[in-house]
């Protein structure tokens, strides 16, 4: 049987002929002159309605595709859609040998023969998995980020895939919200270097590469404000906090050339974002200059419906297309609604080709078009996926995002022999929940626990009870999890070994599955029994180190309080239990910071450290009784655990902050020094943070913002001077219209190891 493949285009003429032949299409390649551009614009000559409206929909993996072909139903039309080339791309299809059926049935069996771009859900990892991403941004560190990022790219491009859904950059102040887990924090600053870190890792310099795949930014924009902390909800935020807090991220994100952007859950300013044309087109594609695409989140377009925005299917797909959505994730809108229409005038032909052209831009960068099987190398998947080097790395990104919290007494580090240890916990000998949430690639209850990792340190007697369950049921995507409240038998037993032990650590905090999507919290304290659990163990034995493992902050006072040491190890991904022995016992000098404020209270959120200034700020005199001021009357305004904060076995001292102007003009750029020594016993590294306050302007600034840090390893009694450059990018703002602008007036500057340092000095910017 004759097949019609895609059109050779020949440049030199700038002609299009189409031909038949027996040649497999992956072999046929472009002339390497070629222009992207060009190429486009012959295959978008050649494309029916239909087929243009195919290039904007993805579906999601319904069969086994290597296995029969399905006989009816839903799933037999997607795999006719398949075939008469309506589908661009697909989503949670993976492993060579899947990813290279579905392509070949797109690329031999459609009229076009244009391959599919296949994306997936990367968000820490591919089977390999690095610390979740919040964890990550404890470590500050930018290098090991992006190469956390490179090694997820290179072993799911390696398994077939080419598009991950990540890097999540939502900013967020509420830790309510289970997707916290998935961002950077509540800083800017911060989440945009992260953007920029966690993109470039991704698509490396040249996204043809074989091991690199498309970045997909999201949410745009808004999701890490959903009111009350509930996903799905609406955010309700003004254009001051929307262009200097929530946007930055995603602006950075496309400096870094991130080829997609996918839009959120939520609605802004009484919009949905999948049908916001203001942040879609005039923002993200205008103003920004984005060339990439825009994917709406898993059916997302079809929920405009349930939102009340539009009233059926075919105003739903008008609203959706003509804001600038460029591909429809599993709502099956575009396909059944947005061809009549275009025939029937309520969106322009032109609109569809603009998306079109963005996504056939991405696939032929990709080199789909080259080789639609250039991802399905058997050999290299299994070179590449738990290579050796790439278990090292991520254990080495699980010791960086180690956040020591408390350590009274210096009872950390651990003596390496001679001591009885009662390990003590329902996450303590857990290979599943130190994962964490969003690793769909990889394989249940392959993470090294706790327990194994200090049974490596094999001159120290452990004694291991569980004392708690905590969940009943350890699954991703059921309805709940089952949390223990009820059975405490397992407490005694905990106690008993804890009597007689040099040492006791306790493993607490979250199951893996209790962050991520869909998993709100209203309280966030120790979920279940943990806190009856701690309690009781503390009555005999005082001597506890307290590990956390958790996806969000946690509510903790009564441990700050009593738990001499205290440390936050997050959700670490395959090699957490031996990062968290390797701290324990101090052959890693724990250097991580927050990424995101511990409260005192729920009641606090949102709690952030970059808060406003109030018109009645200040505490009152001493003797004072007036209580007119901004302020709780059953808790302290300040954070258990500040932004920026995190201890070292070793400590650190700043002195001789020193300023080169005391005043700038608007263009100028301020150069800053600072002396930081190591004053303690341990060779160690440091955060070094730099904040400025903004005295006075035409809209209210914050209290303090991060506008600079720097990692400095230190040895024991050593001394660096830091050099800091603050200029118009970091002295500026956007204002309530969105415009940026740098006003003269008076600033402090901070440098220090937390968002509490008090070592300052102060400058002006003059007319």
Known sequence: MKKTFILSIVISSMTLASFTDTKPKQMRKFPPHDDIEKKIDSLLALMTLEEKVGQMVQYNGFWDVTGPTPKGGNTKKKYEDLRKGRVGSMLTVRGTKEVRAVQKIVTEESRLGIPLIIGFDVIHGYKTLSPIPLAEAASWDLEAIEKSAKIAAAEAAASGINWTFAPMVDISRDPRWGRVMEGAGEDPYLGSKIAKARVSGFQGKDLSDPLTVAACTKHFAGYGFAEAGREYNKADLGTITLHNIVLPPFKAAVEAGSRTFMTGFNELNGIPVTANKHLLRDILKKEWNFDGFVVSDWASIEELMTWGYTKDRAETAVRAANAGVDMDMEGNIYIEELAQMVKAGKVKEEILDEAVRRILRVKFELGLFEDPYKYCDPEREKEVIGNPAHIEAVRDMAKKSIVLLKNENNLLPLQKKKQTIALIGPLADENNSPLGSWRLGSDDHTGVSLKTGLEAYSKNKINYAKGVELVSNDAQFTKELHINTTDATGIQEAVEIAKNADVVIMALGEHGFMTGEGRSRTNIDLPGLQQELLEAVYEVNKNIVLVLQNGRPLTINWADQHIPAIVEAWQLGSQSGHAIAEVLYGDYN?????????????????????????????????????VFWSHY??????????????????????????????????????????????????????????YIQDLYGSIIRPVKELKGFELVNLKKGETQTLSFELGPK????????????????????????????????????IE
């Open 633 to 690: 009357i059953d808790e302290e305004n300040t954070p258990l655990y500040p932004f920026g904060f995190g201890l070292s076995y070793t400590e650190f001292s700043y002195k001789k902050l020193q300023l080169d102007k005391k005043e700038i003009n608007n263009n100028e750029k301020l150069q800053l020094s600072v002396e930081v020594s190591n004053t303690g016993n341990y060779d160690g590294r440091e955060v070094v943070q730099l």
């Open 590 to 626: 724990p250097s991580g910071k927050l990424p995101m404020t511990f409260p005192r209270s729920v009641g606090q959120i949102p709690i952030y450290y970059n808060h406003k200034r109030t018109g009645r700020p200040v505490d009152p005199a001493p003797g004072d009784e007036q």
């Open 730 to 765: 970091e002295l500026g703002f956007y204002n309530e219209t969105g415009e940026y602008v740098i006003e003269p007036g008076e600033f402090k500057v901070f440098i220090g190891g937390s968002s509490q340092t008090s070592l300052e000095d102060s400058f002006s910017i």
